[in-house]
């Protein structure tokens, strides 16, 4: 996709400066051109890398999923999975599993309200499997389907609630930038999952998922599913 500088401006400098992106990547956003570069070989090369990398990873990981599995029964009995309908690619819902870290039945009378900061519905082992990541670890399943890919804007809820800033309850459709982003398959991880503070509005958090969306490479694919590992290993994802 080209981006014409007289149909569409495309401010980079203006946008970078409102998501305090790091400096570094302040210098590199600003060598991007107009039109943008062509990126027909990134669909190609993720596809590859999501399905083998994936299913290495199911097969390594098997046996954490039984500890984990057993740590939620015997803590809150079942289910231990938790199926979730998500936004994927041009709008199509899928269903995203995780492992269950919230009391059963915890968003009866509430409908799809995103976590809170300790949030009482979710279980003593929930806290340390998001804390961790771990409750993702079984969209590894969606990653082999094709339904996700490691890198790209998480997916959403169709239907989510959130209040913006004049403490009114809107649907997420309504953010500017949910239909730009929803032209790309749904990560695991992305730019906004590392760089962005959890508690920032979501309109801030689609600036970064277009930036994303705009300059992606498979590089910077790279990247962001090593720096997300670490957070994983150390422990630093928000619980």
């Known amino acids: 996709m080209s981006i014409n500088r007289q149909e569409q401006p495309y401010a980079f400098q203006e946008r970078i400066q409102v998501i305090a992106l790091p400096k570094k990547w302040e210098q590199e956003s600003f060598t991007v ?3 943008l570069p ?3 070989l990134l669909p190609s090369a993720k596809m590859i890398f999501d399905f083998v990398v994936s299913g290495a990873g199911i097969l390594f990981s098997s046996p954490l999923w039984l500890l984990i599995g057993a740590a939620i029964l015997i803590e809150d009995g079942r289910p231990i999975f938790y199926r979730q309908g998500r936004v994927g690619k041009d709008g199509k819902i899928f269903y995203a599993l995780k492992f269950r870290t919230m009391h059963e039945n915890a968003e ?3 409908g799809p309200v995103q976590a809170l900061k300790n949030d009482p519905r979710i279980t003593r082992i929930g806290r340390i499997l998001r804390k961790t990541a771990l409750d993702e ?4 399943l969606n990653i082999l389907k094709g339904e996700m890919s490691f890198v790209g804007p998480r997916p959403l809820r169709p239907g989510e609630i959130l209040a913006n800033q004049r403490g009114e309850r809107i649907q997420l ?4 930038g949910f239909y730009e982003r929803i032209t790309v398959t749904p990560g695991l991880t992305g730019l906004a999952q590392v760089y962005a503070p959890r ?3 979501h309109r801030q958090k689609f600036r970064y ?3 994303y969306v705009k300059t992606g490479s498979f590089l910077l694919d790279l990247k962001l599913i090593v720096m997300s590992f670490l957070r994983t290993f150390f422990g630093r994802w928000e619980a």
């Open 209 to 211: 998922d277009l930036l």
């Open 173 to 176: 459709e309504d953010v500017p």
């Open 38 to 40: 062509k990126r027909e």
């Open 199 to 201: 508690d920032i509005h």
């Open 33 to 35: 051109t107009f039109p």
């Open 108 to 110: 009866e009378g509430l």
């Open 137 to 140: 670890l079984p969209q590894l």
